[in-house]
């Protein structure tokens, strides 16, 4: 089950608060309930979009399983630095924000190509757990070079940055919860971070969780050194985006179950009931 559908459909909205003028966030609007109504400002009822998207977190049902908690942390963590990326423009990802600083275009590059060498690795032990072999405690610079991607040429185009941490992240979250159903996932103790003691492969999704904090982080004062502070209409959909993170999390807590876009619904008639 892919998330890809949810994805776009949740861009949709975020983008429809993005572009909202300041103009937009003026003035009340009317809040029913059954027969009761009520006036609030608009900027009340847009944080009140969250509120739907949470709710439909809620009713989804956690199943038993470490592996599907792990990738929770991840997505949570991928959607607060995709809505940073998302109002962005190329000239300003590639701009340096100060000497000796990177750009976001080389944070990202960063960030993306370290999780493409977990997603290697996780994808050279899962071949060996099928096999029934015991994993590897490293595996070769050949191995893992043979499977990279390559490309020498920095990303700039925010939509393409975030199209590939969609695709990295759900790639580490499926082989995660792969590795916990062929009995690798706490044992052995295979897997290594940063020299020789080797860790469980369940620890690596907390440190890809970590990692994309770290680097949302950095975007955030390389946009602040390059004096963009973020409109209202960007915190308000910084606010739907960890919801939407949580309702993701829930998704994959419930063994990815079908409908997840149809969940959207109630937070867009939100949206439609202000404008």
Same mark, same amino acid.
């Given at each position: ?7 776009? $459909? ?14 937009? +966030? ?68 590639? $701009? ?36 029934? @072999? ?13 499977? $990279? ?17 969609? @695709? ?41 969780? =970590? ?23 960007? $915190? ?6 960890? =919801?939407?993170? @949580?309702?993701?999390? =829930? ?8 409908? +997840? ?15």
């Amino acid at each position: 089950m892919s998330a890809m559908g949810f994805h776009s $459909r949740a861009d949709v909205l975020l983008r429809r608060i993005l572009e909202l003028s300041d103009q937009d +966030l003026e003035g009340d609007f009317w809040w029913k309930r059954g027969d009761q109504q009520d006036d609030y400002t608009r900027v009340h009822g847009l944080y009140m979009v969250s509120e739907h998207i949470l709710a439909a977190a809620d009713r989804l049902t956690p199943i038993a399983g470490e592996g599907t908690a792990l990738a929770a942390h991840v997505v949570r963590a991928a959607w607060d630095l995709r809505v940073l990326l998302m109002p962005l423009d190329a000239d300003l990802v590639a $701009r340096e924000p100060r000497p000796e600083e990177w750009s976001i275009a080389q944070a990202m590059d960063h960030m993306l190509g370290s999780q493409e060498f977990w997603n290697i690795l996780f994808d050279l032990w899962l071949e060996q757990a099928r096999r029934g @072999e015991a994993l590897a405690f490293r595996h070769s610079g050949k191995d893992i070079a043979a499977q $990279r991607s390559g490309g020498e040429e920095l990303v700039g185009d925010p939509v393409a940055l975030v199209s590939e941490l969609d @695709e990295v992240v759900a790639h580490g979250c499926r082989a995660v919860v792969e590795a916990e159903a062929l009995g690798v996932l706490l044992e052995p103790e295979v897997g290594f971070n940063r020299g020789p003691v080797p860790v469980p492969l369940g620890y690596y999704p907390r440190r890809w969780a =970590a990692h994309l904090r770290e680097h949302t982080v950095q975007v955030e004062k390389s946009l602040a050194w390059l004096g963009r502070e973020p409109a209202e209409q960007q $915190r308000i959909a910084r606010v739907t985006a960890g =919801a939407l993170g @949580e309702l993701e999390a =829930a998704w994959w807590r419930a063994g990815r179950p079908s409908d +997840l876009e149809a969940s959207l619904a109630p937070a867009e008639q939100q949206l439609d009931s202000l404008y």
